[in-house]
């Protein structure tokens, strides 16, 4: 009896142990990378909010750079997990081995922006007409470009459809470089009343301060915008938190939180700024990644 006693105090001992070491332990923090067209529709707050409300121990800190900054912040071991949309670079740090766990949890559209007036004359073309117009009327004097200029996804997106329309704008006084973020970029096109390229869901979510620009092409598939979700490899890269990594990685694919993703900005924009990826089950949105990925 009193070995059987002893044995009972050991395990009641052991669990009270643990439950203040899970009370009292310090917060831990979790860093992320993300691009800035994400960060700017409030949803990675959104989710992480509801990950806190589980976690309530886990501080998230997230740093909003271009889709290149966030990639060369987990090879430098900044961070423990990026959130980007360009799969041309993201292949080079799978290669490299700085990034597993890669994860398509949603998508939307990119957008070319312009003008009410649309001095190009782009509205509804194919994208690459569009882009072949916009340089035509650079070129005449009659309007004006602006590009991220910072190797983030949109960047390389519409570096990209000036490729297919085999044209090359750098260095021309039409063309801008603006070195900022998605949002910043989208004021000083209006402020200039030019065109430029943005993913939808930014442009939805500033829409009502862009007073002077409007979506014009806003269809073809050079146009679709994956967005992707990894894990730092700490096999690879020191002093990373794979394990916490993982785990907020695998809240944001569960069904809970896609089905959050496909309703979010439905109530204040009268449509989703994202559509989830639901696990890709037929494999498109994995096949478009890899062409845009370049194989």
């Given at each position: ?11 009641l ?11 009292t332990?310090a917060?831990?923090?979790l860093r992320v ?12 707050e959104e989710?992480?909010?509801?990950f ?11 740093t909003p750079v271009g ?13 423990d ?21 890669g994860?398509?949890?949603a998508y939307?559209?990119?957008v070319?922006?312009g003008?009410?007036?649309d001095p190009?004359?782009?509205r509804d ?8 117009a ?5 070129e005449?004097g009659t309007t ?8 983030s996804?949109?960047?390389?997106r519409e ?5 297919l329309?085999?044209?090359d ?8 470089e603006?070195g900022?973020g998605?949002a910043q970029?989208l004021m ?7 065109y430029?390229?943005?993913d939808i ?9 862009l007073?002077y620009?409007?979506p ?12 992707s979700?990894?894990?730092v ?5 020191k ?5 916490l ?7 944001v694919?569960?069904?809970?939180i ?10 204040e924009f009268?449509?989703?700024l994202f559509?989830p990826a639901?696990?890709?089950p037929?494999?498109s949105l ?7 990925a370049?194989?």
């Amino acid at each position: 009896m009193r070995g059987h006693l002893l044995t009972l105090a050991l395990v009641l001992g052991l669990i009270s142990a643990t439950y203040i070491w899970q009370v009292t332990r310090a917060p831990v923090t979790l860093r992320v990378s993300t691009t800035t067209s994400l960060y700017a529709t409030d949803l990675l707050e959104e989710l992480a909010r509801k990950f806190q409300e589980k976690h309530p121990k886990v501080i998230i800190e997230f740093t909003p750079v271009g889709s290149g900054e966030a990639l060369k912040k987990a090879e430098n071991g900044d961070v423990d997990m990026v959130f980007v949309h360009a799969p041309n670079l993201e292949k080079k740090y799978l290669e490299k081995g700085v990034l597993k766990f890669g994860e398509i949890f949603a998508y939307n559209t990119f957008v070319i922006l312009g003008p009410k007036d649309d001095p190009a004359g782009i509205r509804d073309m194919d994208p690459i007409n569009a882009m072949i117009a916009i340089y035509e009327a650079g070129e005449a004097g009659t309007t004006k470009f602006v590009s991220r200029g910072d190797n983030s996804g949109t960047h390389n997106r519409e570096l990209w459809l000036w490729n297919l329309a085999g044209l090359d704008p750098s260095g021309n006084d039409w063309y801008i470089e603006s070195g900022t973020g998605m949002a910043q970029t989208l004021m000083i096109a209006n402020e200039y009343g030019a065109y430029t390229i943005s993913d939808i869901g930014t442009y939805l979510k500033l829409s009502s301060e862009l007073t002077y620009l409007t979506p014009l092409v806003t269809q073809g598939s050079e146009l679709l915008n994956v967005y992707s979700v990894y894990v730092v490899n700490s096999d690879v890269i020191k002093g990373v938190n794979e394990r916490l990594a993982y785990e907020f990685q695998q809240f944001v694919l569960s069904d809970e939180i896609q089905n959050f993703i496909r309703n979010y900005g439905v109530v204040e924009f009268g449509s989703s700024l994202f559509s989830p990826a639901n696990g890709d089950p037929d494999g498109s949105l994995r096949e478009a990644w890899n062409q845009l990925a370049g194989g």
